[in-house]
């Protein structure tokens, strides 16, 4: 299995109402649909770019717009 992060990325809401999620593998960041109701919870996603997976927490100013 591909490596997995030790500390969660955060995860911030763009424009069109998508989780964008930094992977600190290749250093590129990518989107995934919100999740209603997410909160603090830590979740885990991979990265559509290298496979990694990501672990994130969804930051709490995102979550509260």
Known sequence: PPP??????????????HFVIDCRDCLREFSIPR???IGGAEKWTSCIHCGRMVQFIVAEQSEGK
Do not use: F
Request: aromatic share 0%; net charge negative; glycine share 18%.
């Open 4 to 17: 997995i992060e030790i500390e969660p990325a955060k995860a911030r809401l763009d424009g069109s109402g």
């Open 35 to 37: 999740i209603i109701g």
